[in-house]
Nanobody, 126 residues
Framework: QVQLVESGGGSVQPGGSLRLSCAAS????????IGWFRQAPGKEREGISC????????YYADSVKGRFTISGDNAKNTVYLQMNSLKPEDTAVYYC???????????????????WGQGTQVTVSS
């Protein structure tokens, strides 16, 4: 059974950092790229980053490029999202999900087959 569990969210002041974790089970990171998404209240879900362990490809949305770093630990079957220089507009629920493909400039997921975690809240506020 495929399962994704996010952790690491919390409250932080602007300029601070957080590291999110996405622990995967029921498959290995080589089997599927993993993406990070976020959804703020009243806004559409936004895909912000992804990683393909098979070929090392990573993707970043312009909104997080240069501030967030995605990485994977195959031994722990976990994907991380290091978030630095956080801004109030980064406030959202963050989700990880299995993807079909992850390229440096785009990603693909399936509305019918992609698996999602339960989400973790990130709040950036002074």
């Amino acid at each position: 059974q495929v399962q994704l569990v996010e952790s690491g969210g919390g409250s932080v002041q602007p300029g601070g950092s957080l590291r999110l974790s996405c622990a995967a089970s029921g498959f290995t990171l080589d089997d599927s790229p993993i993406g990070w998404f976020r959804q703020a209240p009243g806004k559409e879900r936004e895909g912000i980053s992804c990683i393909s362990s098979r070929d090392g490809s990573t993707y970043y949305a312009d909104s997080v490029k240069g501030r967030f770093t995605i990485s994977g630990d195959n031994a722990k079957n976990t994907v991380y999202l290091q978030m630095n220089s956080l801004k109030p507009e980064d406030t959202a629920v963050y989700y990880c999900a299995t993807l079909i493909l992850c390229y440096s400039d785009r990603y693909y997921y399936s509305s019918s087959s992609s698996s999602w975690g339960q989400g973790t809240q990130v709040t950036v506020s002074s």
